[in-house]
């Protein structure tokens, strides 16, 4: 399906592995030109090269590799019209064993991380832009043993609604895309009956994991025109996983 996307510039962070990659190849596919940065940029080498494609080193953590990415990607095309900010991990634990060190490491890949992303690309971001931030199902429906990711995911979905406000004005699209269990580098080595279990414990309906083609074609789609009237909105991708309303 073709969406309007020919010709536009991104960047997707993280893109390298799991859903970020699958949100960079769908974008290819739509005709976009992608960049895309991660902090170990060999993991990337597996991407077809062509002339939309562009790759880097970035670490969502640190504000000078931020500025280089994007300084670089200017450089290239001379503009940024997407941004997609999926780069960061779920460092699972309880209230109890989480470490200020932990908790700074969690807030620095998943609040900051997009902070930082969004500040450095909406100077360079025309009228008219969008921004996805991806975000986990935990952020509206938190679980101790994900302790430090519910509590930073709901900082992330703020962070949505109050820059999509912000933003409206200069009719900058910003919204969210809520995953579950989604199949990414963070599980690889599992056996079948991990996933299986997974699914009962969190009681996923659909019983399964998700591709990261699905997020990616979701993603897709809240930056194009046929999502033009949506802007701080927050889509599930979870297998109904979630029980809120």
Request: hydrophobic share 45%; net charge neutral.
């Amino acid at each position: 399906m073709d969406l309007g996307l020919k010709g536009q510039v991104a960047i997707v962070s993280g893109g390298s592995r799991g859903i970020g990659r699958a949100i960079v190849q769908e974008l290819l596919d739509e005709g976009v030109q992608v960049a895309t940065g991660t902090r170990h940029p060999q993991d990337l080498d597996g991407l077809p090269p062509q002339g939309n494609l562009m790759t880097g080193r970035l670490d969502v953590t640190d504000v000078s590799s931020i500025d280089e990415f994007v300084d670089a990607v200017m450089a290239r095309w001379g503009r940024v019209d997407m941004l997609v900010n999926n780069a960061g991990k779920a460092y699972p634990g309880s209230f109890a064993i989480l470490t200020d060190e932990d908790w700074q490491r969690d807030i620095d890949v998943k609040l900051m991380a997009q902070i930082r992303m969004a500040r450095k690309v909406l100077t360079v971001m025309p009228d008219g832009g969008r921004i996805i931030n991806m975000s986990a199902v935990f952020g509206k429906q938190p679980d101790p043993r994900f302790f430090a990711s519910s509590v930073n995911r709901a900082s992330c979905l703020s962070l949505t609604k109050t820059l999509a406000r912000e933003l409206a004005a200069r009719k900058i699209r910003v919204n969210a895309v809520n995953i579950g269990f989604v199949y990414s580098g963070q599980w690889d080595g599992k056996t079948p009956e991990f996933f299986e279990k997974m699914c009962q414990t969190f009681e996923v309906p659909l019983a399964r994991f998700g591709e990261p083609r699905e997020v990616a074609a979701v993603a897709a789609f809240l930056l194009s025109e046929r999502a033009s009237y949506l802007t701080g909105t927050i889509i599930d991708v979870d297998g109904g996983m979630a029980k809120y309303l």
